[in-house]
């Protein structure tokens, strides 16, 4: 049993076993093909979850591997870890939101009077 199987338990571990884990380029690779190898992060770099594997905690790591978070909440959990800077993702508002200003179908509808107001530049994102 290794860190990527969910049934593998990473509070058991103590913080230093842990780091040598992160530490070694080698096991944050085979990690980084093993969760890679999940349909949903298909599209994430292998050199990039990489990186962030080797400056996460159990935590991060945790909630990651359990789908707890998703990549962007990863990175901005590292990033706050390492740098003392904290910023929200829209993964961390999304449920904060009107599901309108989520749902493709409803954004549609009112995208006209949206273009309206701001132009053809309109870009969901921006908003």
């Not at 349909?39 to 905690?57: A, I, Q, T």
């Not at 990549?71 to 904290?86: E, H, I, T």
């Not at 200003?101 to 509808?109: G, H, R």
């Amino acid at each position: 049993m290794t860190l990527f199987d969910k049934k593998f338990d990473i509070d058991a571990l103590g913080p230093e076993v842990y780091y040598s884990y992160t530490k070694s380029k080698v096991a944050c690779e085979e990690i980084a093909d093993q969760l890679l190898s999940d349909p949903d992060l298909k599209n994430n770099k292998k050199s990039e979850l990489v990186e962030f594997l080797e400056h996460s905690d159990k935590g991060i790591f945790k909630g990651f591997r359990d789908k707890e978070i998703s990549m962007a909440q990863l990175k901005a959990r590292v990033y706050k870890r390492r740098f003392k800077m904290d910023y929200t993702c829209f993964d961390d508002i999304k449920a904060d939101l009107d599901p309108d200003w989520i749902d493709p179908k409803k954004t549609a509808a009112f995208r006209p009077k949206m273009k309206m107001i701001f132009g053809d530049t309109l870009d969901p994102a921006d908003l």
